[in-house]
Nanobody
Framework: QVQLVESGGGSVQAGGSLRLSCVVPPYNLRIRCMGWFRQAPGKEREGVAS????????SYADSVKGRFTISRDNAKTTLYLQMNNLKPEDTAMYYCAVKEGYGGACLFPGYYNYWGRGTQVTVSS
């Protein structure tokens, strides 16, 4: 069982920034993708940003490209999501997740095995 703990959510005005963090247990060699997802009320969960562990290549949803950056610390125990120029449409519950095994796009939430409980991000206009 992999336990994930997110932090860093909050309320900001449009144009502001937040950085989300997610503590990931180390030394799990089965993890192939790590990602951030979000779900707004009445909407499906969507991929925001992900990293493929094999080569460290990030992927982003079109809606956040140029504004959000996903990264990991050197010890590879913390996953970050730096969110700049936030917009009201970014308001959602944000989840950290990890995917074990090969196969499936890293940005697709359906392939992920373990999820955090989420952290709320609210952006006001």
């Amino acid at each position: 069982q992999v336990q994930l703990v997110e932090s860093g959510g909050g309320s900001v005005q449009a144009g502001g920034s937040l950085r989300l963090s997610c503590v990931v247990p180390p030394y799990n060699l089965r993890i192939r993708c790590m990602g951030w997802f979000r779900q707004a009320p009445g909407k499906e969960r969507e991929g925001v940003a992900s990293i493929y562990i094999g080569d460290g290549l990030p992927s982003y949803a079109d809606s956040v490209k140029g504004r959000f950056t996903i990264s990991r610390d050197n010890a590879k125990t913390t996953l970050y999501l730096q969110m700049n120029n936030l917009k009201p449409e970014d308001t959602a519950m944000y989840y950290c997740a990890v995917k074990e095994g090969y196969g499936g796009a890293c940005l697709f939430p359906g392939y992920y095995n373990y999820w955090g409980r989420g952290t709320q991000v609210t952006v006001s206009s």
